[in-house]
């Protein structure tokens, strides 16, 4: 598992980072809080903020939400999962909710995404 779910290794020299980096992407369904990772690796939440952007780069909620619209991209082109079903199981509910972050994330709707998915199979298929 990359670190932060793009696909490039992540060294991360703190070990409760690795905890929380693990414990995020294994929840991604649970409305998870700056607190409840904390909580986790057992730090402050404001030290674990603090640690989290020295080391990663980014904050322990942008992280969390290219996780979830990894995942969430990952769904919509891999199964048939309805957009409803895809946001539940990346923790961004309502149905709505998780249209907005994934078209801000994406810059398409989640069906468009998996729309043009289909088509570029479709296309490199009729290349073969």
């Known amino acids: 598992m990359s670190a932060l779910g ?3 290794a992540l060294h991360v020299l703190d ?5 929380a980096l693990r414990f995020m992407h294994d929840n991604l369904a649970r409305p ?3 607190e409840d990772i904390a909580d986790r690796v057992g730090i ?17 909620a942008r992280t969390l939400t ?16 309805s957009i409803k ?6 923790g961004i509910n309502p149905p709505g909710a998780f249209s907005r972050v994934f078209r801000a994330w994406y810059g398409v709707t989640p ?16 290349e073969l």
């Open 15 to 19: 070990p409760r980072l690795a905890d």
């Open 44 to 60: 402050s939440p404001s030290w674990f903020a603090h640690l989290f952007r020295t080391e990663i780069g980014a904050t322990p």
């Open 6 to 8: 793009t696909g490039r």
């Open 66 to 81: 290219r996780m979830r619209m990894n995942r969430a991209a990952q769904l919509l082109s891999q199964t048939r999962l």
């Open 111 to 126: 069906n468009e995404f998996r729309v043009r998915w289909q088509q570029k199979l479709w296309r490199e298929r009729q």
């Open 85 to 90: 079903e895809i946001g539940l199981h990346v």
């Open 32 to 34: 998870l809080t700056v």
